[in-house]
């Protein structure tokens, strides 16, 4: 006869905890990130917010909470991520010229790591995936809002010049819709699917839309179908219901496209880029032109293939290829690009250790940050992904062990052996 034991109650993702001033701390630090937060509030504020946020926030941590930053620099993953700022750092003070791009490419490298870190610190507290997943939906929901509402009110951190197209407080179009498609993953795992995921998985997809950026519109329509039709389990919703989403949603996109080429006065050429993401046709001069610069930056960066031409020297010499890995490579060569697809596949490994149904979410994260990568030159320096780089270096992301049901409370009476399950909600790895 099995003893029964009393469960374990354990707060999970999903789960809120009891909030204390440190939750306030983690999602306020996160969600400063992961919406851009810093540019409009470096604006309005009468000092450098960069400055007195990141001061505050090593501040408290460090004075209330040291054993968690002890806890965190002693993670060799860490000090293997501090290589990104330290290796630059080097090259700079060796360099025989050191010019102001240098000298810019090297704070960023700085600043990038610090994001990384202080984002990590936040994450590596048991309510570290809790924090990520509820900051992403806050920030999420701020993205969807300033996209829609950019076509009424006038945003002025928006860098394209017709301003049809959305940028939200990420200024290029393509970089918003990536950074709302990294926001959904990191929000809402795609594995844990009910109606109302669905829906709002639904919602960024037509934000990403108005960015009519093509790379993020196909990558989007990657993503909705996998949050309809990848789920399995007796919880996730039944074909029937996935069919007439996917047809429905369609149908909408469809009306809505065509409402929004007569409501916004759309001109030939946003009206260009809705069709040719889906038709793939790639001939207009926007996307000529960018295959010119990314075969001209190619060429740059073999004259430099080893070791590059050093810190900075893409955008010192104008050679704008519209590519991280090309930018990369001419600023730091063969070794720079080899790096950075390590970092972006360190996600997509982990299913080797956890199995592919706990790191869905990461598959896909490391797999949109290496397709936007191919599509955009500054990936590497956008804080979003440094804070979803922090998700790979915690495992926040992770999805949780597949649970079995918890015990019932005992009744009265003599009990049996197959009246009880002594198994106990798994850990988290």
């Known amino acids: 006869m099995n003893t029964p034991s009393t469960p374990i109650a354990t707060t999970g993702p999903d789960e809120p905890p009891s909030l204390d001033f440190y939750h306030f701390v ?19 504020a009468p000092f450098l917010d960069f400055y007195v946020v990141t001061g505050a926030f090593l501040t408290y941590f460090t004075m209330v909470r040291p054993t968690q930053v002890i806890n965190m620099i002693s993670r060799p993953a860490l000090w293997l991520l501090s290589l990104t700022a330290i290796v630059p750092i ?28 202080g984002s990590a610190l936040v994450m590596a507290h048991k309510d570290g995936p809790w924090l990520l997943r509820r900051s992403a939906l806050i920030s999420l929901f701020i993205a969807i809002f300033v996209n829609f509402a950019e076509h009424f009110i006038e945003n002025p951190y928006n860098r394209t010049l017709a301003g049809t197209r959305s940028a939200g407080f990420y200024a290029d179009p393509n970089v918003a ?49 996998a949050y309809i039709f990848l789920p399995r389990g007796p919880q996730s919703l039944p074909a029937s219901t996935r069919a007439a989403v996917s047809f429905g949603g369609l149908g909408a996109a469809l009306v809505m496209a065509t409402a929004a080429i007569f409501l916004f006065n759309l001109k030939d050429l946003e009206v260009w880029r809705l069709t040719s993401a889906f038709t793939l046709d790639t001939s207009d001069a926007s996307a000529q032109s960018r295959v010119d610069f990314a075969a001209f ?89 440094a804070v979803m780089f922090a998700s790979f270096l915690t495992n926040a992301s992770l999805d949780e062990p597949a649970q079995r049901p918890r015990q019932l409370s005992p009744k ?17 790895s």
Not at 90 to 115: C, D, K, M, N, Q
Not at 350 to 377: D, E, I, P
């Open 177 to 225: 819709g990536a950074a709302i498609g990294t926001l959904l993953l990191l929000g809402l795992p795609i594995r844990k699917q009910t109606m109302k995921s669905v829906m709002i998985a639904s919602l960024a997809y037509v934000a990403i839309l108005a960015t009519l950026s093509r790379s993020g519109m196909l990558f989007a329509t990657i993503l909705i179908a």
């Open 297 to 385: 930056a190619f060429d740059r960066f073999l004259d430099y293939f080893w070791t590059g031409r050093g810190p900075g020297s893409a955008k010192e010499y104008h050679v704008s290829a519209h590519n991280t890995y090309i930018t990369l490579g001419y600023d730091y060569g063969i070794i720079g690009i080899l790096a950075y697809m390590a970092l972006i596949g360190w996600g997509a490994f982990k299913v080797f250790r956890y199995g592919w149904n706990r790191t869905t979410t990461y598959f896909f994260l490391s797999f949109q940050v290496a397709y936007y990568s191919m599509f955009a030159h500054d990936v590497h320096e956008n804080a979003l992904f």
């Open 412 to 428: 009265p009476g003599p009990q049996t052996s197959d009246t009880w399950n002594s198994a106990e909600p798994a850990a988290r």
């Open 90 to 117: 080097l090259l700079y003070f060796t360099a025989s010229e050191r010019s102001a791009y240098t000298y810019l490419e090297i704070r960023t490298r700085i600043v990038t790591f610090a994001l990384i870190a």
């Open 26 to 44: 983690g999602m306020g630090w996160l969600v400063y990130w992961m919406t851009n937060s810093y540019r409009w509030i470096a604006d309005v």
